[in-house]
């Protein structure tokens, strides 16, 4: 996601959104001031100055028209009216010049103009086509070159209603919004003074999570922020790393300074952020280049942008992923490859979901309500992801909506919008996912005066432990963007989540091992999602959302895959695990330890959230099929001797049976129950008498 604000030939495009009130007054901009932050600029092409209670805006140009606009939200299933006071005090009298409403760019607008010499004309683009919806007119309601002429767009039920003076000059059946700009057109060759500028609608309030934050957003200071651009803020899920977008830095990659290069910030132990770094190549080049999420583990990160095999700039459409090597660098990013991926836009972003099964991108394709929308798409087993699918008009308006943020309990969405009713220019909202479609929504909430203001708000980022979040403003910043952080309140912050940290270690030497990991809902035996240890370290690091027993695997060729298992059934608040993994090579005399077995009570019979561990030890000895096993039950020292070695082996021989049942010759397995005489941990407390009931396989043949 770039900087939004552009300038194309023939038009300009200035962005802001609705100062939404209690009232029904959207938007009122009486010119006294520029607290709106209007632009002042003053070019060979045109030109626009605040002076003395005016918008005086002018075309320079004797070959093009300009439109002057911005993005206001003009909610299309309500009724408004449109007006603004205006006159044209230069150029030909026979050059119209008006109002432009619901449009989304120049190919794709509304137009209500007049001309001082007493014509007005309403008509349409889509596409570029023009249609005349009323072709230039007489009417006696415009006033002579000098004077103010009041235009109003009414939107009535099915009906829109021009009126010239307070006159009614034309009725025309309503069509739904093209987009949010609305602003002002001028012919060639004249300037015109713009009075004031009204937008009612009905009962058109911002719906508020009110109590977000404790506290005014914080500019981050000049350790984070410059005299230059920052936006894209990501914090690590340890809150420890912040990476940021910085443009127009010297000390940016590539010829071009203005395009945006990745830095990044570590939190020392006083609580205070060391200064900025570029974070070099190969992330860097001369492309745009923004961090677009960094994995838990901190050992994958994707990055916007395709490169080339060498690290360089490819492309600004699409995403790539970059995994740490050995030596703590980065390699060089790969694409990733989406099903029928394009964006018109210029610009875009894109989340993953913290179990990288989802990715969130804000893009325009032909099913665009409008300029961008949020679309999902999900992870194949191949690592590629299905084609975006809109995530329908809950969230998506027919302005812009973009910079996604999933947190870290998988269900809150945080997203910019320029269509919801807000503060200023771009919000931030909040939504929460309903169910699993991911396309099921509620209805997104302004997150409050105390994040959003006047000024360009986006992006929103938060650790896993939720007590701070980082957004992009424009508001008293250094330079233009700069990063804020406000903290978040206990009752405001997303659902609770535990950090699983810990090492990958070789069981056999206790060497640390790099690993391919994956963890599961052990109720239903589906994969929530996939992480990696480091090889250097061995370290590892995952997300996990609270109210369920999950099962973590370690994954390596040439090791039999260990899981263990995290009860986080029961936690409802943030928490930090230390569960370190061990991995025993396929060796005569390994004893591997099954982890997530469960059966009934005092019982041998397995439990069907049993059936994963089991099914990993299936596909061992299908992938071995000269490998012989013994099985091992184990059990505390509660209650009589001989029923303890009796359950205990009869357990054995429910995993033996199951085994058989799906197709191992049941002569390479053998079973035997040690009950209690084989305890690995003090069988006085509860926690070691559970460690104590266990499961075991040793390698007996290869």
């Not at 937008?199 to 009110?210: F, P, Q, R």
């Not at 979040?469 to 989540?497: C, F, H, M, R, W």
């Not at 013994?630 to 995993?655: K, Q, T």
Request: net charge positive; with cysteine.
């Amino acid at each position: 996601m770039k900087k939004i604000f552009i300038t194309l030939i023939g038009f300009i495009l200035f962005f802001l959104t609705a100062n939404s009130q209690t009232d029904n007054d959207a938007y009122t901009e009486n010119f006294d001031n520029n607290k709106k932050n209007w632009s002042i600029f003053d070019n060979d092409n045109a030109s626009a100055k605040i002076e003395n209670g005016f918008y005086v805006i002018r075309n320079k140009k004797s070959d093009f028209t300009y439109r002057f606009w911005r993005s206001v939200p003009l909610d299309d299933e309500e009724d408004f009216i449109y007006e603004a006071k205006l006159k044209q005090i230069s150029g030909k009298e026979s050059y119209g010049y008006g109002l432009v409403w619901n449009s989304k760019g120049w190919e794709d607008s509304y137009n209500f103009n007049i001309s001082s010499n007493g014509y007005y004309k309403i008509y349409q683009t889509k596409g570029g086509e023009r249609t005349d919806w009323k072709p230039w007119t007489k009417s006696e309601h415009i006033l002579p070159l000098g004077s103010y002429n009041m235009l109003k767009i009414e939107k009535k039920a099915k009906k829109l209603n021009f009126y010239i003076n307070n006159n009614l000059v034309y009725t025309h059946d309503y069509e739904y919004a093209l987009g949010a700009y609305n602003g002002f057109f001028l012919g060639t060759s004249m300037i015109v003074m713009v009075d004031y500028m009204k937008i009612t609608e009905n009962d058109k309030t911002i719906s508020v999570e009110n109590t977000i934050g404790g506290s005014e957003k914080e500019n981050m200071g000049l350790k984070i922020n410059s005299p230059y651009c920052e936006i894209a803020p990501i914090i690590s899920a340890d809150g420890k790393t912040l990476y940021v977008a910085r443009a127009k830095d010297p000390n940016n990659y590539g010829v071009d300074k203005s395009k945006y290069d990745i830095w990044s910030s570590e939190l020392k132990a006083d609580g205070t952020w060391s200064k900025l770094k570029n974070i070099g190549k190969p992330l860097n080049n001369k492309g745009d280049n923004l961090v677009i999420a960094i994995t838990p583990d901190n050992n994958a990160m994707l990055v916007e942008g395709i490169y080339t095999s060498t690290g360089g700039y490819l492309s600004d459409q699409g995403i790539s992923i970059s995994y740490r090597q050995q030596d703590g660098n980065w390699c060089v990013p790969q694409k990733v490859i989406i099903d029928d991926f394009y964006n018109l836009d210029q610009y875009e972003s894109f989340c993953p979901s913290p179990n990288r099964k989802v990715l969130v991108m804000s893009i325009k394709r032909k099913d665009s309500r409008g300029s961008k929308d949020l679309y999902v798409s999900f992870r194949k087993n191949d690592g590629t992801y299905t084609a975006p699918k809109n995530m329908g008009n809950t969230i998506n308006t027919y302005a812009n909506d973009g910079t996604p943020f999933i947190a870290p309990d998988g269900k809150t969405l945080y997203f910019y919008s320029y269509g919801h009713a807000g503060y200023g220019s771009a919000d931030i909202f909040v939504t929460r996912r309903l169910d699993d479609s991911w396309t099921n929504w509620s209805k997104p909430k302004n997150l409050g005066s105390l994040v959003n203001s006047f000024a360009w708000d986006t992006y929103f980022s938060i650790s896993a432990k939720g007590d701070y979040a980082y957004l992009v403003s424009t508001k008293n910043s250094y330079g233009n963007e700069d990063i804020y952080k406000i903290k978040l309140e206990e009752e405001t912050q997303p659902e609770a989540v535990a950090i699983i940290y810990g090492k990958v270690y070789n069981q056999k030497t206790k060497k640390v091992l790099g690993t391919n990991i994956s963890y599961e809902d052990i109720s239903v035996g589906k994969e929530m999602g996939i992480a990696k240890s480091n090889a250097g370290s061995g370290e590892y690091k995952i997300v996990l959302p609270y109210g369920k027993i999950y099962g973590i695997t370690a994954n390596k060729k040439g090791f039999v895959p260990v899981s263990e298992n995290i009860d986080l059934s029961k936690i409802n608040k943030y928490t930090e695990i230390k569960k370190d993994l061990y991995l025993a090579p396929i060796i005569v005399g390994e004893l591997i330890a099954l982890n997530n077995l469960f059966f009934e009570r005092g019982k041998p019979a397995l439990q069907k959230k049993s059936y994963s561990e089991l099914d990993r030890l299936l596909d061992l000895l299908k992938s071995n099929p000269s490998m012989e096993i013994e099985i091992h039950g184990h059990s505390n020292n509660l209650g009589p001797h001989d029923a303890l070695v009796e359950l205990s082996n009869s357990r054995a021989e429910s995993v033996k049976t199951y085994l058989v049942n799906k197709g191992i010759n049941k002569k390479r397995m053998l079973c035997k129950g040690f009950g209690p005489d084989k305890p690995i941990a003090d069988n006085s407390t509860p926690d070691g008498r559970l460690k104590n009931q266990r499961v075991e396989f040793k390698i007996i043949k290869k």
